[in-house]
């Protein structure tokens, strides 16, 4: 394989530098609009009828999904060289992809936050928006999305069948398949709302539970091997261990959702089990190439050498995504599925603080990584360390996030308290609940902590722009 992590010499690995600067700009528009819908949680009013609470939220996890999908496709056209030690096969058309892909998002999130709705017809659902969270896109842009992702796995398959195919590149070709697979569940509904719900979840969690983190394990592991040069071998061990439990354990980790949509009871154990074990093999790995990487350090010391590490800012967030990942969607995760919690817990702020910090830890953490690795391969730097806005960007999201999800699990637990234990779970215990004290003043500090995170994005924005031209770099 090719050693050119720090190199833009491929024109596959420019594509990717390209995906990545639309993923942070969204990165940004998705922090913006949750700070947006955090401040009508508390006042109701701010820009009532101009962009309310309904459009913001639903623009901030359309550009969570949106954002992270593109820095996805950018970390594979980025690695893809070095994996398979050419260019990618039919770069042209992944170009061609990427501008029609950039359109059409931009052309979506103009329609969600000026025209927002539309009647109750087939209409809405083609130019609009289709309604579904986390997959509001209109029907148009389906369609668009489904003809992006085929080029681009045009291209993956064809590069890795003409060059040198790795352990990582099998594994990455099956989970994109799957990934792409997995949206066409969402492409139709029905009127029964449990079975439009049926498909709708599996989209969404098994994007999620399966294929996404089979993705992310697979980015972490070539990463570990560029940085530190981490055994290959283990990497991919590791590797196919994540793809025997995921894929089963994300399949079967989905029923924690099917009691909800008229499914048996059964569903509840089930699920709640297999979810717990999504998290495992990845940090396993991540700690099997660590321990082994701490004794080779150790040994080179001994003898006056420096263990190397290539990418410190990339390196740091790529820990912070194996146990962010543990965190978020093992441990908020499973607290919150099992079936003698989740009866109370469901449809809770609960809920958010789940998804606030499973997100963040399992995937955006490493895609931030992933920027650093393309901010290195931009400005040819051989060894990459941290500067001051690397450790400001890192510690103040990081505080700001998981603030978030401290803030977010108290406000569920006042919900859990008063509107479900207490009342019953009736319209007027929900509306009691949202004006409780721990319940306002948890929302409160979410809002803070939102701010946190927003000047910790400043910080990381700029060392992105600056990183290459810092004395730390060249001095």
């Given at each position: 394989m ?5 190199t833009?010499?491929y024109e596959?690995?420019k594509?990717g530098?390209?995906?990545?600067t ?13 700070l ?5 949680f ?22 969570l999904v949106?954002?992270?999908?593109y ?7 980025f ?16 170009k ?15 329609v ?5 709705v539309?009647p109750?017809s087939?209409?809405?659902?083609w ?11 209109p ?7 489904v ?9 993956v398959y064809?590069?890795a ?22 949206y066409?569940?969402g492409m ?6 449990s079975?439009?719900?049926?498909w ?8 999620v ?6 993705f992310v ?8 091997i ?29 029923g ?8 048996p ?12 074990l999504?998290p495992?093999?990845l ?9 082994d ?12 050498e420096e263990a ?34 989740n009866?109370?817990t ?36 051989e060894?990459m ?9 890192f510690?103040l999201?990081c505080?700001?996030?998981?603030g ?9 637990y ?26 306002l003043q948890?929302?409160?500090?979410r809002l ?10 400043a ?9 290459g ?7």
């Amino acid at each position: 394989m090719v050693n050119s992590f720090n190199t833009l010499q491929y024109e596959s690995k420019k594509l990717g530098v390209m995906y990545f600067t639309v993923a942070a700009i969204l990165l940004g528009a998705q922090l913006l609009l949750g700070l947006v819908a955090a401040i009508q949680f508390i006042y109701p009013s701010f820009l009532f009828e101009i962009l309310d609470f309904n459009v913001a939220r639903m623009v901030h996890i359309n550009a969570l999904v949106v954002w992270l999908l593109y820095a996805m496709i950018g970390s594979v056209y980025f690695l893809m060289p070095d994996e398979t030690g050419i260019e990618t096969v039919g770069i042209g058309l992944g170009k061609l992809g990427f501008y029609v892909l950039t359109a059409a998002v931009t052309v979506v999130v103009l329609v969600y936050i000026l025209v927002q709705v539309g009647p109750a017809s087939e209409s809405t659902i083609w130019l609009i928006n289709e309604g579904r969270e986390y997959i509001e896109a209109p029907r148009w842009a389906d369609i668009g999305i489904v003809v992006v992702v085929l080029v681009f796995l045009a291209n993956v398959y064809l590069t890795a069948i003409k060059g040198e195919r790795t352990g990582i590149m099998t594994v990455l070709m099956a989970d994109l398949m799957a990934l792409a697979g997995l949206y066409l569940a969402g492409m139709f509904y029905t009127d029964n709302i449990s079975m439009d719900q049926y498909w709708w979840w599996w989209v969404i969690h098994l994007w999620v539970e399966a294929t996404w983190e089979v993705f992310v394990a697979s980015i972490i592991g070539w990463a570990l091997i560029k940085i530190i040069g981490a055994n290959r071998e283990i990497v991919e061990m590791w590797l196919w261990i994540e793809v025997a439990m995921l894929f089963g354990s994300g399949i079967l980790g989905i029923g924690h959702h099917y009691f909800w949509i008229g499914t048996p009871e059964y569903w509840w154990e089930i699920g709640a089990l297999f979810s717990a074990l999504e998290p495992i093999p990845l940090v396993a790995m991540f700690v099997h190439v660590m321990y082994d990487w701490g004794k080779e350090a150790g040994v080179k010391k001994a003898h006056g050498e420096e263990a190397v590490m290539n990418n410190n800012p990339a390196f740091l967030w790529f820990v912070g995504s194996a146990f962010g990942n543990f965190l978020g969607a093992g441990v908020w995760g499973f607290f919150h599925t099992l079936p003698q919690v989740n009866i109370y817990t469901h449809g809770t702020q609960f809920t958010a603080a789940h998804g606030h910090l499973a997100f963040f830890g399992a995937f955006a953490m490493a895609m931030i990584a992933m920027f650093y690795m393309g901010v290195q391969a931009t400005n040819g730097i051989e060894r990459m360390k941290m500067t001051f806005a690397s450790k400001m960007g890192f510690a103040l999201i990081c505080i700001g996030v998981v603030g978030m999800t401290v803030a977010l699990t108290i406000a569920g637990y006042g919900q859990v308290l008063v509107e479900r234990a207490q009342m019953g779970a009736t319209w007027e215990a929900y509306f009691i609940s949202q004006n409780g004290h721990w319940f306002l003043q948890a929302m409160g500090w979410r809002l803070v902590m939102g701010i946190v995170t927003l000047v910790g994005f400043a910080y990381l924005v700029y060392d992105l722009l600056t990183i290459g031209k810092s004395k730390v770099q060249n001095g």
